[in-house]
């Protein structure tokens, strides 16, 4: 029987876990879960590139993460679920790999150019910040993961990583394989207020979120904008709760509601409270699986804690190669 290739993904822990991190990332995860050798890592060095200032929540943070993990689905049997802080191996190679990674490769990283732009109320001039490609870098070579499942706007990252690799290997030997970027399929899952889902934006619908909180965030979401009146005709392909029907409800009302918003047969109220009890009826196992989780936190701890020490190992022999390879 093949052996299964390796991957590697990891979110950083700024808080809780949205609609958009659920479709746009874990759904992939879990769907990959067996069919690769599969480590996934909460990024909570990660986390200070742009946070540096407020660390108070960021412990809380990375247990909450796990929870949602679990509760979604990841299977710890299945998985290596580790804490980048808890691999110091991390630090080591993202040390070694800035010495010899030009800092013009960092410089025109197309989303180190777009963050600084959007995240102008910060002060990103640190050489935290436009290095953390080289600690992603290490992140993934580290445990010679065969690809990396990202979203189109995640390519460039990969690429600085293959790059590097090709680098290092060039100067010190073959240690590392390059890692390919494995295309992930992402469900479009707008805020409230059609943009992005972003918990910067306080537009997004948490996976921690009561039903009752749901309901009320559902009815706030913005619809068709040339839809002035319920007996006005609608049109359900620029309609954000559409899209979410996509999601939650089935063909049945799905084909329904495309219909019925056409000719004016049903409203922006009703169509938001028949998707908005789908959603909540859909979370309901994740909340359920939450809970347990919640009440058995010594569970969780030893989830955490067996999963790193699965990677450390991994990650210490990467180190000894390394090592032996640039002869220090």
């Not at 929540?57 to 993990?69: F, P």
Request: glycine share 6%; proline share 5%; net charge neutral.
């Amino acid at each position: 029987m093949a052996e299964k290739k390796r991957i590697l993904s990891g979110m950083r822990p700024t808080g809780p876990l949205h609609l958009g991190n659920l479709h746009g990332a874990l759904a992939n995860w879990i769907d990959m879960q067996d069919k690769y050798d599969c480590f996934f890592f909460v990024a909570d060095w990660h986390a200070l590139t742009s946070n540096y200032e407020d660390t108070g929540n960021i412990s809380d943070y990375v247990r909450q993460m796990t929870i949602d993990w679990l509760s979604a689905g990841l299977s710890p049997e299945k998985n290596t679920l580790f804490v980048q802080s808890h691999v110091k191996e991390h630090a080591e190679l993202f040390l070694l790999l800035s010495m010899i990674t030009p800092v013009p490769w960092l410089e025109r990283n197309p989303t180190y150019k777009d963050q600084i732009v959007q995240l102008s109320n910060k002060d990103l001039s640190t050489f935290g910040f436009l290095g953390y490609p080289v600690l992603m870098a290490s992140d993934i070579i580290i445990y010679k993961a065969d690809g990396v499942p990202v979203g189109v706007d995640q390519i460039p990252h990969v690429e600085i990583t293959r790059e590097i690799v090709r680098r290092f290997n060039h100067l010190y030997g073959n240690v590392f394989p390059e890692p390919q970027a494995i295309m992930t399929k992402t469900s479009k899952v707008l805020g409230s207020d059609r943009r992005k889902m972003s918990k910067s934006y306080d537009n997004a619908i948490y996976m921690t979120d009561t039903p009752e909180e749901i309901m009320a965030k559902v009815m706030q979401y913005v619809t068709d904008p040339d839809r002035k009146r319920k007996n006005d005709p609608g049109n359900p392909d620029v309609c954000n709760v559409f899209d979410f029907h996509k999601l939650y409800s089935d063909q049945a009302l799905v084909d329904e509601v495309n219909t019925q918003c056409r000719k004016a047969g049903i409203g922006c109220v009703d169509c938001k409270k028949k998707m908005g009890a789908n959603l909540v009826k859909f979370l309901e196992p994740i909340r359920e699986k939450r809970h347990y989780y919640e009440d058995h936190p010594e569970l969780v701890a030893d989830i955490i804690v067996t999963g790193s020490a699965k990677a450390r190992a991994v990650a210490r022999q990467t180190m000894e190669e390394v090592r032996a390879a640039i002869k220090i």
